[in-house]
């Protein structure tokens, strides 16, 4: 009998109830009984939700992130934050967030405010952890009552539980040191706190442990595959089973390795490394569980179960009782229930699954293989019948799409001429001054924005209302502008409820869900839209609005877009053809915006791609074919334009030293990124790649309520203008300013364009 099991679970609850609860307790409007109670309550609800498992997740649950939860149960508290009086939970909330709730303080004068842990990208996902800090003399000591409280808690529920963490390798490998000592180095002072967890965990009654080590699936040198069999030679001295999870991609070199750890059983993301499967089966030793991952834990698509059970049967013949299924990744990647989702088309929803959906769909598998395709007919007859209606669709292809992707002509992704001689016509028609000033495109999105968007949505408004309260900020932004002597100007931004959904909902292909939420970090939830069919946009989406602010001023107007990468990258994307296609159909219906933005007079376009890095590969041997097709997609949309029309690009970060050539290659005339808060580490960059084109380095960091004084943006020009030339230099913000208030940002911006000024009176 092959056995089900899940390896994780969302959990924010199917209507966000988890952020909800956090920051009314942050706000100071609940107790920490009550969020507490919460926690219990959204558990309790989720273990329901995969009673039909033989194995639930047990520990996946976290009031903000699981690595945090890890470092807590490790011991490892960085510094700051070790002397802390109060409640283990207010402790947590200030090293995710810098601060707890505040009436929650009672030792406020000792323990307020501290720094904010550092938050990054968990793998190639959209998911953020909180990243472990490490010394050269850092030290652990096991906290498992996290464990033990929720292990008790599954034991009165009845629940067949299987605790899940996050092994050591990977834990060490996700941390950085602060003293640049070696952090494989602490290896030896963590294993006998993992040793001692396991058996911890082993005391509650626990048969198996879930250990993840998705570093497997990365390149790994000599010394981290050393301490693999270190560790888990150590480990197996636990008296628990362990069953070592490696998800989002494939083995490779690794495989070896992992099939010789001493582990009692092994989890292969069959998904996305199905063609690993029969190597892993033929190395692993015959008394070890084999668990594939067979339904997709990233993505929102039903899954092709006859199809999965053609391949699986004879795998399942083959290893019996040792099969267990599941889906390849923990479902923290998906949203809850599709349930909700009653407003969507009837047609697009039968062929989506969600977290819950998808645990069905695993439960069918197994009893299809455990008791043969006869018991699950119905189920999976209906599954084949919206698999059909998927690929025959025709609202989800469209040949003429198809055929343009497919006919691409090189020349679309080249400019007439090279940067150097459209900068001069540029600079004849833009006549801007040495050190030009300009802001990313968003401006505060105020209550009236709010009201009025709440408003159209539930008919108070009509569309002509709506129209007339969007142009009111938008010359509210011009005005602003204007006064602070600004030198290319932007929109705004008012109409957009977000940079990517506002285009998805414009293009044909794109569907919307209502509660679709994806956790991206702590209480932030994201709602990617999801990208069914060819891509085709049936008119302009922009252009009335940047006319519109045009006409307001006789500064040069910025036209605003995001950049093909950006909306596949934050999108749920087809898995019935390669991202590439995707995202050069994508880059066809942008590169229409953006001719007809140039045919409506627009001198200046920017086309933010603020994703692009965060989809590079896991493994590095795969960056350069994403890479190519990612900037050939930014080329298609951008490179159409005349001479001197200026294009512009955002990026959101400051780290691309590996990958600026490929920046440098999309050829936007200008590039704006995120410095201000490593102007080092743009240095560093600048002294291996001289980039070609103009560049505007992030003065004034917008994620930070402080107001930068003149001084200190005129001295970061200067360390920029050290490695680039002056004339080729731009003065702006890092990024968007729609998370500001009005008075943040007028001083800040008006201490940015004396700045400009300064610099130009050299
Ligand atoms: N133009 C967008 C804005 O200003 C860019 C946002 C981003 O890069 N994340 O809001
Ligand atoms: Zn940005």
Redesign the pocket.
């Known amino acids: 009998m092959a056995k089900t099991h899940n390896l994780g679970f969302p959990r924010i609850g199917a209507k966000r109830e988890l952020k909800f609860g956090q920051e009314a307790y942050w706000k100071g409007q609940s107790s920490r009984d009550a969020l507490k109670a919460l926690g219990a309550s959204l558990r309790l609800r989720h273990w329901q939700d995969q009673a039909a498992l033989d194995l639930t997740p047990v520990g996946d649950f976290s009031f903000y992130d699981q690595v945090l939860d890890m470092s807590f149960t490790l011991g490892n508290l960085p510094a700051r934050v070790k002397d802390f009086h109060g409640d283990v939970l207010d402790n947590y909330f200030r090293v995710a967030r810098g601060r707890s709730a505040a009436h929650a303080d009672t030792h406020a004068e000792c323990c307020g405010g501290v720094a904010a842990g550092e938050m990054t990208k968990w793998f190639d996902t959209n998911y953020h952890y909180i990243v472990p800090e490490f010394v050269a003399d850092t030290t652990f000591a096991l906290d498992a009552s996290r464990l033990v409280e929720q292990l008790a808690e599954a034991r009165a529920a009845r629940v067949r539980a299987k605790p899940v963490i996050v092994g050591p390798l990977t834990y060490l490998w996700l941390g950085k040191t602060k003293d640049d000592s070696d952090r494989l180095a602490l290896l030896s002072r963590l294993l006998p706190v993992y040793v001692e967890l396991l058996t911890t965990l082993a005391a509650q009654g626990v048969e198996w442990v879930q250990i993840d080590e998705p570093i497997l699936v990365t390149e790994l040198d000599a010394g981290w595959r050393e301490a693999f069999e270190t560790a888990y030679a150590a480990l197996a001295a636990a008296p628990v089973k362990c069953l070592l999870a490696t998800y989002f991609g494939e083995l490779q070199d690794n495989l070896p390795l992992a099939c010789r750890l001493p582990v009692d059983g092994l989890h292969i993301d069959a998904i996305n490394a199905r063609n690993e499967v029969a190597a892993v089966i033929a190395a692993l030793p015959a008394d070890k569980v084999v668990s594939l991952g067979v339904v997709d834990g990233r993505n929102i698509w039903k899954s092709d179960l006859n199809a999965v059970l053609d391949w699986l049967t004879p795998v399942a013949g083959q290893l019996g009782e040792r099969l267990w299924i599941a889906p390849s990744c923990s479902l923290l990647h998906v949203p809850v229930d599709l349930e909700s989702e009653s407003k969507l088309d009837a047609e697009i929803r039968s062929w989506l699954a969600f977290a819950r959906q998808k645990l069905a769909e695993v439960d069918v598998l197994a009893r299809a293989i455990n008791d043969g395709r006869d018991a699950v007919a119905a189920e999976l007859a209906a599954n084949a019948a919206a698999i059909a209606s998927r690929r025959a669709s025709p609202r989800v292809h469209n040949p003429a799409v198809k055929a343009a992707v497919e006919n691409l002509d090189a020349a679309l992704g080249r400019r007439q001429h090279p940067y150097a001689q459209r900068a001069p016509k540029q600079a004849a028609k833009l006549k801007l001054p040495r050190y030009p000033t300009t802001t990313?495109?968003?401006f505060p999105q105020t209550a009236e924005i709010r009201n009025a968007r709440s408003q159209f949505k539930s008919g108070e408004l009509d569309h002509a209302g709506y129209v007339a309260a969007m142009q009111r900020e938008i010359e509210r932004s011009v005005r602003e502008q204007e006064a602070l002597g600004l030198d290319v100007l932007v929109h705004g931004?008012a109409e957009r409820n977000d940079?990517v959904e506002y285009f998805g909902e414009q293009l044909e292909g794109y569907a919307f869900s209502q509660f679709g939420w994806v956790q991206s970090y702590g209480s932030r939830c994201v709602k990617p839209p999801i990208m069914f069919g060819d891509i085709r946009r049936p008119k302009a989406m922009t252009v009335a609005w940047i006319l519109y602010a045009q006409s307001l001023t006789s500064k040069p107007m910025k036209g605003?877009l995001t950049g093909p990468v950006t909306i596949l990258n934050w999108s749920f994307v087809r898995d019935d053809q390669p991202r590439a296609v995707s995202c050069l159909q994508l880059a066809l219906a942008m590169r229409e915006e953006v001719l007809d933005l140039e045919r409506a007079g627009v001198r200046v376009i920017q086309i933010?791609e603020?994703a692009l890095r965060e989809g590079l590969p896991l493994r590095r041997a795969q960056w350069q074919h994403y890479l190519d097709w990612a900037v050939q997609a930014f080329r298609i949309t951008a490179n159409g334009v005349q001479d001197d029309t200026q294009i512009h690009t955002?990026m959101?970060y400051s780290e691309f030293n590996d990958i600026l050539g490929a920046i440098a290659d999309m050829d936007a005339d200008v590039i704006t990124i995120e410095t201000s808060r490593s102007d080092m580490e743009l240095l560093d960059a600048f002294d291996s790649f001289q980039y070609p084109n103009d560049i505007g380095p992030g003065v004034y960091d917008i994620h930070s309520p402080n107001i930068p004084t003149q001084e200190h943006m005129v001295k970061l020009m200067r360390l920029a203008a050290e490695r680039i030339p002056a004339q080729r230099l731009w003065v702006n913000p890092d990024?968007?300013l729609?998370t500001r208030q009005w008075a943040e940002v007028i001083p800040a911006l008006q201490n940015m364009v004396a700045a400009a000024k300064t610099l130009r009176a050299q």
């Open positions: 990313i495109g968003s931004e940079m605003m933010d603020a955002h959101c990024c968007g729609k």
